[in-house]
Nanobody
Framework: QVHLVESGGGLVQAGGSLRLSCATS????????MDWYRQAPGKQRELVAT???????NYADSVKGRFTISRDNAKNTVYLQMNSLKPEDTAVYYC???????????WGQGTQVTVSS
């Protein structure tokens, strides 16, 4: 069983910044990749950013140049630095991992990000 705990969400004005954290209960080296997703009210959950076990990153077009995904191997934590936030970034943000040891997927509980105009 893998537990993911997100933190760092909150209310921020447009143009502001937030840093989300996702702490895992297991070594991050057992995950093929670690992802951040988000889900806005009435919309489908969408992939925001990915960081692979090799350190490669990928971003949704809507956040490129504004968001940065990174990880701290020693702390088993992945981060999402969000800059130049826009009202359309308002959503619940979820951490997701694909665990090669158990063959299962795991989601965090989500953290709310609200960007006011």
């Amino acid at each position: 069983q893998v537990h993911l705990v997100e933190s760092g969400g909150g209310l921020v004005q447009a143009g502001g910044s937030l840093r989300l954290s996702c702490a895992t209960s297991k070594s991050i080296f057992r995950f093929n990749a670690m992802d951040w997703y988000r889900q806005a009210p009435g919309k489908q959950r969408e992939l925001v950013a990915t960081i692979t076990s090799g350190g490669s990153t990928n971003y949704a077009d809507s956040v490129k140049g504004r968001f940065t995904i990174s990880r701290d191997n020693a702390k088993n934590t992945v981060y999402l630095q969000m800059n130049s936030l826009k009202p359309e970034d308002t959503a619940v943000y979820y951490c997701y991992v694909d665990d090669v040891v158990t063959g299962r997927d795991y989601w965090g509980q989500g953290t709310q990000v609200t960007v006011s105009s």
